[in-house]
Nanobody
Framework: VQLQASGGGLVQAGGSLRLSCAAS????????MGWFRQAPGKEREFVAA????????DYADSVKGRFTISRDNAKNTMYLQMNSLKPEDTAVYYC?????????????????WGQGTLVTVSS
């Protein structure tokens, strides 16, 4: 499956952004989907994940209550609504797809990756 992330940009602290991840090539609903991010000089870290049906989600503690992950299997697209953004949310955000049956949160469990979209939050 090919993944294309979009929607990043520059936003002030407290603002919102919505990221999208468009999938092509294979049946989108066969994959658990996730968002990860990588800040300069840091390891790539888990942000959020959603089950194949969209009925189950998981979030990193740092984004709980601020970010919402969702998917539209009819449109082969996953989303990340990011509210109350903080400067520490600044990173390149990557979408990823996993063949696993259950929601997974580690990078090694994801099989396909998009190219990333940059989110910059100014203070």
């Amino acid at each position: 499956v090919q993944l294309q992330a979009s929607g990043g940009g520059l936003v002030q602290a407290g603002g919102s952004l919505r990221l999208s991840c468009a999938a092509s090539g294979r049946t989108f609903s066969n994959y658990v989907m996730g968002w990860f991010r990588q800040a300069p000089g840091k390891e790539r870290e888990f942000v959020a994940a959603v089950s194949r049906s969209g009925g189950s989600t998981d979030y990193a503690d740092s984004v709980k209550g601020r970010f919402t992950i969702s998917r539209d299997n009819a449109k082969n697209t996953m989303y990340l609504q990011m509210n109350s953004l903080k400067p520490e949310d600044t990173a390149v955000y990557y979408c990823a797809a996993s063949w696993r049956t259950l929601v997974v949160i580690t990078t090694v469990n994801y099989d396909y990756w998009g190219q990333g979209t940059l989110v910059t939050v100014s203070s």
